[in-house]
């Protein structure tokens, strides 16, 4: 599956953006779809994941409450809505897939079976 981020940017502390995931190849449904981040100097963190229907989300602790992961399969999309954006925010987000069974923990970066490429989001104090 080909996966492409969109929607980052630079935004105010306390601002929102919309991530999207468009998805291509073999069926979108059948995958648990997911978002990591990275800075540079440290290792791809876990965001948020959700499961194949969209029924069952988890996320990190660093966002919940502030994030919110989900998906349209009819137009193999995924979306990240972020509010109340910090500064500490700030990376390089990826999308991500993988065919294991969605559990309610956060997902390791070696479990991804497919990354996207990245898009900054950037949030200014």
């Known amino acids: 599956v080909q996966l492409q981020a969109s929607g980052g940017g630079l935004v105010q502390a306390g601002g929102s953006l919309r991530l999207s995931c468009a998805a291509s190849?073999?069926?979108?449904?059948?995958?648990?779809m997911g978002w990591f981040r990275q800075v540079p100097g440290k290792e791809r963190e876990f965001v948020a994941h959700?499961?194949?229907?969209?029924?069952?989300?988890y996320y990190a602790d660093s966002v919940k409450g502030r994030f919110t992961i989900s998906r349209d399969n009819a137009k193999n999309t995924m979306y990240l809505q972020m509010n109340s954006l910090k500064p500490e925010d700030t990376a390089v987000y990826y999308c991500?897939?993988?065919?294991?069974?969605?559990?309610?923990?956060?997902?390791?970066?070696?479990?991804?079976?497919?990354w996207g490429k990245g898009t900054q989001v950037t949030v200014s104090s």
């Open positions: 991500t897939a993988d065919a294991r069974t969605f559990r309610p923990v956060p997902r390791t970066a070696s479990g991804v079976d497919y």
């Open positions: 190849g073999r069926t979108f449904s059948q995958y648990v």
């Open positions: 959700i499961s194949y229907a969209g029924v069952s989300t």
